[in-house]
């Protein structure tokens, strides 16, 4: 059964186990996958008012792009968990022979690799939301400003957590430059997104 067809209580029971994954970068992915969500809500609250018809337009364009990174992200709580588990089969591998061993180092170092950059693209998708979040401040309906903030704390915590899953993973890689450039994408979506999050936090607070 995939981690998202879980019920709530099922993927948190999952969770909580001595089982390693799914861990912090399915957690991740679905934090961004909430934040995603809250957005679609917010404008689809929005669309139901009169009050803020001259922006109904522009919220069904974001609620479209909204749903594609929540679908995005959905599927990113599954796929870095089998990103792990990859990783962990490597350990499984023989290593008596010397040719064993070369090939045990080499499938790591490639599930190594695939294992930065799911969470990678989970940082990219929950930065996307943030700027979805950006662009509707002053136009969404005002009785949903909590929801709206907390739309924005989740795509943060996204990032964030995300951006963690990516570190650990590149410390493990030999691959010098793999590692650089991945390392470098990472805290420059860690960057904008921290320094968005705040802005936005900051004036949804005073707008409630």
Known sequence: MLLKDHT????????????PAPGGGSVAALNGALASALTHM????TVAKEKYK??????QEIMESADKLKEKLVA????????FNKVSAVF?????APEQKAARAEALQAALKGAALIP???????????KLI??????????CMSDYGTAAL???ASVRAAWLNVKINISGIKDGEFAERTEKEARYILKQAEKLAEEMYNKIEREI
Do not use: R, W
Request: proline fraction near 2%.
């Open 154 to 156: 989740c795509a943060i």
């Open 54 to 59: 001259e922006y109904h337009a522009e919220m």
């Open 76 to 83: 990113g709580i599954d796929e870095d968990t089998e990103a």
């Open 8 to 19: 709530i209580t099922g993927f948190t029971d999952v969770l909580a186990s001595d089982v």
């Open 134 to 143: 950006e662009q509707m401040f002053g136009k969404t309906n005002n009785t």
């Open 92 to 96: 499984t591998m023989p290593k008596d």
């Open 120 to 130: 990678l693209e989970t940082m990219k998708a929950a930065l996307g939301s943030l």
């Open 42 to 45: 917010v404008c689809g609250l």
